[in-house]
């Protein structure tokens, strides 16, 4: 099977612990490589616009104050199906159900801040890496 890409963000709660390394590292060690990668601070319109898929939903608020809260990372993510690898490794959103071996179990701190977002199918996937980078931004 080809190689997929996947979009990933390293959450503010994952950032403010240090952990950008740690949460890459599980990433890699799942199959995954890291083929573009940046440290923003999102702005509040940005994670609007991100997130506006959830605008109705009651958490959407504090998701969009949590996103800014301090820095993420960004990357896309290349492997055999990058997108339920990617996922397999998160975990459950809910890190209360997430497995051992995941990277919510081991690091999320609740629902909300729960270390890592990654794209849900092949074509959020694409939407998502083209929100925040650009294709020469993109190296392998
Ligand atoms: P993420 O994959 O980034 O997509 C939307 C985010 O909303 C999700 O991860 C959670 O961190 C966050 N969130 C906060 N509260 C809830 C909730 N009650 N149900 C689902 N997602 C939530």
């Known amino acids: 099977m080809a190689a997929t890409r996947t979009f990933s963000i390293i959450k503010p709660d994952a950032t403010r612990r240090n952990l950008t390394g740690a949460v890459t590292k599980m990433l890699e060690d799942a199959g995954l490589r890291v083929v573009a990668s940046k440290r923003i601070r999102m702005t509040e319109d940005q994670a609007k616009k991100f997130y506006e898929v959830h605008a109705e939903r009651p958490f959407y608020g504090e998701l969009v104050d949590f996103m800014t809260s301090g820095p993420v990372v960004v990357q896309v993510l290349e492997g055999e199906?990058?997108?339920?690898?990617?996922?397999?490794?998160?975990?459950?959103?809910?890190?209360?159900?997430?497995?051992?071996?995941?990277?919510?179990?081991?690091?999320?701190?609740?629902?909300?801040?729960?270390?890592?977002?990654?794209?849900?199918?092949?074509?959020?996937?694409?939407?998502?890496?083209?929100?925040?980078?650009?294709?020469?931004?993109?190296?392998?």
Do not use: C, L, Q, Y
Not at 93 to 107: H, L, V
């Open 81 to 140: 199906d990058a997108v339920k690898r990617n996922r397999d490794v998160m975990g459950a959103t809910n890190p209360a159900d997430a497995e051992e071996g995941t990277i919510r179990k081991a690091f999320a701190e609740s629902i909300e801040a729960n270390s890592v977002h990654g794209s849900d199918s092949d074509e959020n996937a694409a939407t998502e890496i083209a929100f925040f980078f650009s294709d020469d931004e993109i190296v392998g």
